[in-house]
């Protein structure tokens, strides 16, 4: 379950059924809580035909892929989208799952140890880089996380001649604090950030990007905004509480 700003909006791509497209503006007052506009669109439903629900990628896909992060609820996502394109997939988290999934190759580790990440990245061809401590988390675990850790996985898969590294980024690196038009990759990241989990998620940003073409292995950083959909435990849970 994947969603991505859409001309304001959120898209909710459904694994069955439906895309739903809804423009949910969120009004800043005085106090820290945030309202729904009343008056914003009403959600809508359109029915997703079979040829595009069922159509397989068409790029060339990695034989053997790992997942960091893999038993959260992006990297679940992602972990199942490449089973069912017919990938070796290796999930690399701090804490063990999958054990009815024989197809998934299950490492348990931490990515601030440069051992533990060595050993996870060896055969390895893409990368997706998914894991992060929650935002409430203090400081240090931030840094140590994103950063650190980070790094160490990059110098690892480099070292052992992974091709792509994909790392999931924040929307929030850009943000300044009040409503942005037009934002894409070129606006800058403001030099003063709003919280540690976005400070250390643009420090990480920045080393992903400088490390593209070391060794020939080629980087790239996404910056998803609004996830949610089933077994989502932290967007839109929050999002009706407030």
Known sequence: MLCAGLAGGLLLLH?????????LQIKSSSSSSTKLDPKAPVPTLVEVPDEVLHRRLKYKLPKKAMVTGGNGFVGRRIVSMLLEQGCEVTVFDISSGFQNEPRVKMMVGNLVDPNDVAKAVQGIEVVYHVAAPHASHPPAVQYAVNVTGTQNLL?????AGVKKFVFTSSASVIYEGK?????????????????SYTKTKAEAEALVLAANGQKGMLTAAIRPHGIFGPGDRQFFPVLVES
Request: proline share 10%; glycine share 4%; charged share 15%.
């Open 15 to 23: 694994p069955i059924l439906t895309i739903i497209i809804t423009t």
């Open 155 to 159: 110098q690892a898969s480099a070292a």
């Open 179 to 195: 409503d942005q038009s037009g934002a894409d990759e070129t606006t800058p990241i403001p030099t003063a950030s709003l919280d």
